[in-house]
């Protein structure tokens, strides 16, 4: 049972920052990953990035250089820095937490929008 929490989304102009968080129910240093998605209107879900365990990361194409996933064990929380934002990152960015390869829990999702 791990209840996920997004926030720090909002209204930004093209070639700005957003940090978003995502705040655990409880531990999450024995989870196996935790990551971001994110979907547009009319549009699939996808990876923006993951972070495992052992510390290794996993960034879409179009958010490399741009964007870093971090976590923090002791507050709980993942983090996504978002940098150089882009009119085409607007979306809901959701939460993801993954134990074994079976159980995956979701956040309620935060919205992000660049304008130009």
């Known amino acids: 049972q791990v209840q996920l929490v997004e926030s720090g989304g909002g209204l930004v102009q093209a070639g700005g920052s957003l940090t978003l968080s995502c705040a655990a129910s409880?531990?999450?240093?024995?989870?196996?990953?935790m990551g971001w998605y994110r979907q547009a209107p009319g549009k699939q879900r996808e990876l923006v990035a993951l972070?495992?365990?052992?510390?290794?990361?996993n960034y879409a194409d179009f958010v490399k250089g741009r964007f870093t996933v971090s976590m923090d064990n002791v507050k709980n929380t993942l983090y996504l820095q978002m940098n150089s934002l882009k009119p085409d990152d607007t979306a809901v960015y959701y939460c993801?937490?993954?134990?074994?390869?079976?159980?995956?829990?979701w956040g309620q999702g935060t919205q992000v929008t660049v304008s130009s």
């Open positions: 409880r531990n999450i240093f024995s989870l196996d990953a």
């Open positions: 972070i495992r365990n052992g510390g290794r990361r």
């Open positions: 993801n937490a993954e134990i074994g390869t079976s159980i995956i829990y």
